[in-house]
């Protein structure tokens, strides 16, 4: 049995139509899928990603208009980052990011990496990363009129960040159990505190694959806070119903609690949580967004699963209409 990487990162967001603005208008992703949370079908599910929302690229939204905002802690998620082929390409982010209002910190450099990082609409902190060792310089000189191929954020997902009261412990459920390869242990460079440590496993495969965590003493940084501006949770690959099961039946030996198989209709998936109650999911690799609409026409529809459709007039109603900017377009 193989992870394969991550599959996708769900947050919750205030406002579907200022989340697509950014996503689709600012970052220029193609907005690939809407439709509702299938737990709470009166709320949307916004799906964000490469030209087919790909494993590893795609970005998720509830709608979570009433709920207040979140907090980070141990148990949640830091940020999570997204990959650019070059530092030329990073440096025409950051000049387009700031010329559009954002403020953006960076580029740092670590372990290889350089990077910029920066918050969206409700505040979830994003960060565009390259390998590109020849990065350099801190700003681009001319203004950005289009996201050209250089600044393509079609390799999805670089790493997502979360926050461990125990690293060892953490290590034991990715290393051990799920088959993560540790590759680095060092320092947390975003983190003010420099005694703060940080490991990072690695999938042998796949699009998106690292994850990484801080350490941080639950009774000084608190517990994570669900809500607004939040990660819900993160999934990574595994490639088809029968590993999937597989998986389930590893997870439920190692006495550790797993949801049953559930039908998302774009992919199946499980739950379990890690150590410190942080919800992940395993997540199929299809059938894909394409099973309901044309490639050519991803996101343009309300789309439900079948055992929703007979409350598709109940359902629209409930929802506000959102528009979809061109992309790469501020509306």
Same mark, same amino acid.
């Given at each position: 049995m193989t *992870?394969? +990487?991550? %599959? #996708?990162?769900? @947050? !919750?967001?205030?406002?579907?139509?200022?989340?697509?603005?950014?996503?689709?208008?600012?970052?220029?992703?193609?907005?690939?899928?809407?439709?509702?949370?299938?737990?709470?079908?009166?709320?949307?599910?916004?799906?964000?990603?490469d030209e087919l929302?790909?494993?590893?690229?795609?970005?998720?939204?509830?709608?979570?208009?009433?709920?207040?905002?979140?907090?980070?802690? *141990?148990? +949640?998620? %830091? #940020?999570?980052? @997204? !990959?650019?082929?070059?530092?030329?390409?990073?440096?025409?982010?950051?000049?387009?990011?700031t010329d559009n209002g954002l403020t953006v910190d960076g580029p740092a450099k670590y372990d290889g990496l350089s990077e910029i990082c920066f918050r969206d609409p409700d505040g979830v902190i994003l960060k565009i990363v390259t390998e590109d060792a020849s990065a350099s310089g801190d700003v681009w000189s001319e203004p950005i009129t289009e996201i050209d191929a250089e600044m393509a954020l079609d390799q999805g997902m670089h790493h997502v960040t979360a926050i461990s009261s125990n690293l060892e412990r953490t290590n034991a459920f990715y290393s051990d159990l799920l088959g993560l390869k540790r590759i680095s242990e060092g320092s947390a460079p975003d983190d003010p505190d420099p005694e703060t440590r940080q490991w990072v496993w690695q999938a042998e495969v796949g699009q998106g694959r690292q994850i990484r965590y801080f350490e941080k003493d639950p009774h000084k940084s608190g517990r994570a806070r669900i809500g607004v501006g939040q990660t819900h949770h993160f999934a990574f690959v595994v490639p088809d119903d029968d590993s999937q099961r597989q998986w389930r039946d590893r997870l439920l030996r190692a006495g550790i609690p797993v949801s049953p198989v559930m039908d998302r209709m774009y992919f199946k998936s499980i739950y379990t949580r890690d150590p410190d109650g942080h919800v992940m999911e395993l997540a199929t690799a299809g059938p894909g967004f394409a099973v309901d609409e044309d490639p050519a026409h991803l996101g343009e529809d309300l789309k439900l699963p079948p055992w929703l459709e007979a409350d598709r007039p109940m359902i629209a109603s409930a929802l506000r209409s959102v528009t979809i900017p061109s992309q790469g377009q501020i509306r």
């Amino acid at each position: 049995m193989t *992870v394969l +990487g991550l %599959h #996708h990162i769900t @947050l !919750g967001c205030s406002d579907a139509q200022k989340t697509i603005d950014f996503y689709v208008g600012v970052l220029g992703l193609r907005f690939v899928k809407r439709t509702v949370n299938f737990d709470d079908p009166t709320t949307y599910h916004l799906y964000f990603g490469d030209e087919l929302g790909n494993p590893g690229t795609a970005v998720t939204f509830f709608e979570w208009g009433r709920m207040p905002h979140g907090h980070p802690g *141990v148990g +949640g998620t %830091h #940020h999570f980052a @997204l !990959g650019v082929k070059s530092g030329a390409g990073m440096l025409r982010w950051k000049r387009r990011l700031t010329d559009n209002g954002l403020t953006v910190d960076g580029p740092a450099k670590y372990d290889g990496l350089s990077e910029i990082c920066f918050r969206d609409p409700d505040g979830v902190i994003l960060k565009i990363v390259t390998e590109d060792a020849s990065a350099s310089g801190d700003v681009w000189s001319e203004p950005i009129t289009e996201i050209d191929a250089e600044m393509a954020l079609d390799q999805g997902m670089h790493h997502v960040t979360a926050i461990s009261s125990n690293l060892e412990r953490t290590n034991a459920f990715y290393s051990d159990l799920l088959g993560l390869k540790r590759i680095s242990e060092g320092s947390a460079p975003d983190d003010p505190d420099p005694e703060t440590r940080q490991w990072v496993w690695q999938a042998e495969v796949g699009q998106g694959r690292q994850i990484r965590y801080f350490e941080k003493d639950p009774h000084k940084s608190g517990r994570a806070r669900i809500g607004v501006g939040q990660t819900h949770h993160f999934a990574f690959v595994v490639p088809d119903d029968d590993s999937q099961r597989q998986w389930r039946d590893r997870l439920l030996r190692a006495g550790i609690p797993v949801s049953p198989v559930m039908d998302r209709m774009y992919f199946k998936s499980i739950y379990t949580r890690d150590p410190d109650g942080h919800v992940m999911e395993l997540a199929t690799a299809g059938p894909g967004f394409a099973v309901d609409e044309d490639p050519a026409h991803l996101g343009e529809d309300l789309k439900l699963p079948p055992w929703l459709e007979a409350d598709r007039p109940m359902i629209a109603s409930a929802l506000r209409s959102v528009t979809i900017p061109s992309q790469g377009q501020i509306r």
